[in-house]
């Protein structure tokens, strides 16, 4: 009997565990909240491939710094610091990462991190602000600092390819990411 008891308490979803909007909240949620927003997805691919095709070694500075300072932007809209033109900020990144794509720029890679520090002070803070109440932010943030991690790497896997085999098709990426983020912005 108490087998099955325990059996049934670890069987049993969490989220009925929880009340007062808690529910949705934890790792898993965090990890899939990257996935299901096409901005986020694409402005953290774009980075990596970025990362690939500007050639800094290692190549995951920039994208390290990415997901540090959207950690420091999540923190901010979790404290309850109002940060104006958030989904602007989102729209001009995919703007701005799609041209630098496309067109293959290669900067120096204080300034990489520092373009890509800004645009990451809008990521998190939008997600951020979508934190579901819970108990343990630090879960649902550790899920999708991961899933920003495994995006990231993603971009720099097509990067390194498109770099070495498929230049135009990088390009072709990239414009489509400036052309969502230009239609963002105007809509």
């Known amino acids: 009997m108490a087998a099955t008891g325990l059996v049934l308490a670890i ?12 529910a949705g909240a934890g790792f898993g949620a965090g990890f899939g909240h990257p996935f299901l927003g096409l901005d986020h997805l694409a402005a953290m691919v774009a980075i990596g491939v970025w990362a690939a095709q500007s050639g800094w070694r290692p190549v995951w ?11 420091l932007g999540t923190w901010l809209a979790f404290a309850g610091v109002a940060l104006p033109g958030v989904e602007a900020g ?8 799609g041209l ?27 997600h951020g602000t979508e934190i579901p109440q ?19 790497a993603a971009g720099i896997v097509a990067g390194r390819y498109w ?23 105007l809509t």
């Open 100 to 126: 630098l794509v496309a067109a293959a720029v290669r900067l120096p890679l204080i300034t990489g991190a520092v373009i890509a520090a800004v645009f990451a002070v809008f990521h998190g803070h939008a």
């Open 61 to 71: 500075n920039v994208p390290l710094a990415f997901m540090t300072v959207m950690a």
């Open 11 to 22: 069987a049993a979803p969490s989220a009925l565990a929880h009340t007062h909007g808690a």
């Open 134 to 152: 819970a108990l343990a932010p630090w879960l649902y943030v550790s899920g999708f600092l991961l899933a920003t991690g495994l995006l990231h």
């Open 163 to 185: 770099v070495a085999r498929r230049q135009w098709l990088a390009r072709a990426t990239g414009l489509a990411l400036s052309a969502g983020g230009a239609w963002m912005l």
């Open 90 to 97: 989102i729209a001009a990144s995919l703007l701005v990462l």
